[in-house]
């Protein structure tokens, strides 16, 4: 099997060294080769093609390892060149809308698409990164990729897309989190509670994950305006302590904004369920 990588980058030249020892037949495109590139072409012996061309139609799997912004273009570009049957994989950081555009696309050329997005530092855990793949033909990448040495998590019925979005909503929790905790623990150590603050936090840390967050919602829209003061506070105690907070100001702005839609549209009960808070809280976001 031959695959073509576009996009000589960080990314492609992670993934190339192991498909190739695999024993993958590879084709190679950068417009501009580094000479990190052009270090690797020579040991796997083959040219550095400068762009598409007709040379794709040997190729039954394309990896697009370009950069987001060039996403759609370069695979408009490939589209043409691209034997019958033939697979592209999306590697890029493209948006859901984008990648969904370009599997449009590439499913009216008769080409299967797969949205894969990197949920790991690639230079440090390089072909062993996760993957996480969505879209016709993902199990297909998956059982090419795991020859290499690779690990692919395929989502399961979902379309392009998917993957490059679970991906940005696991960032919007976790570099969340990482903000809030930065500013938790420096006044914790401030004040040299620190110890104490981990003990008080261990109810939350023997819930499970799904339940907390869950919890979180529900509980959001039915105690937004007493939590809104309580925000309050905890930005005036922080400032006092000399670490005015970055994060507590938006964490405000939501509860606000919450207790704005309450006094405008009632909950649908007492006690909402999650679906039910959410259900209400995308309806008046868009109210």
Not at 63 to 76: D, I
Not at 119 to 140: E, F, K, Q, Y
Request: charged share 20%.
């Amino acid at each position: 099997m031959r695959i073509a990588i576009i996009g000589l980058g960080e990314v492609g030249r992670c993934f190339a060294a192991p498909l190739h020892a695999a024993g993958f037949e590879l084709s190679v495109c950068e417009a501009r080769p580094s000479a990190a590139a052009h270090a690797l072409a020579a040991t796997l012996g083959v040219p550095i093609h400068p762009g598409p061309g007709a040379w794709l139609g040997e190729a039954q799997w394309v990896f697009s390892c370009v950069t987001g912004t060039t996403a759609l273009p370069a695979l408009e570009a490939a589209l043409p060149h691209l034997a019958d049957g033939a697979s592209v994989a999306d590697f890029t950081t493209a948006s859901p809308a984008v990648k969904r555009e370009a599997a449009s696309k590439a499913a009216a050329s008769g080409v299967q698409y797969v949205d894969t997005a990197i949920m790991g530092a690639i230079s440090l855990n390089r072909v062993r990164t996760p993957l996480l793949v969505s879209g016709a033909g993902a199990a297909d990448f998956k059982a090419i990729l795991e020859q290499a040495g690779g690990r692919v998590q395929v989502i399961e019925g979902a379309k392009a897309g998917d993957a490059i979005s679970l991906k940005i909503l696991r960032s919007v929790f976790t570099k969340g989190l990482e903000a809030l905790c930065v500013e938790l623990l420096t006044s914790a150590e401030k004040q040299g509670v620190r110890s104490e603050l981990y003990a008080q936090l261990a109810d939350i840390d023997q819930t499970p994950l799904r339940s907390f967050m869950d919890m979180l919602v529900r509980t959001h829209v039915v105690h937004a305006r007493r939590r809104a003061h309580e925000v309050h506070d905890a930005q005036g105690e922080l400032s006092a302590q000399g670490l005015p907070s970055v994060v507590l100001p938006g964490v405000a702005q939501r509860f606000e904004a919450t207790v704005a839609a309450l006094e405008k549209t009632p909950l649908p009960a007492a006690d909402p369920t999650v679906e039910q808070a959410l259900d209400w809280l995308l309806a008046t976001a868009t109210a």
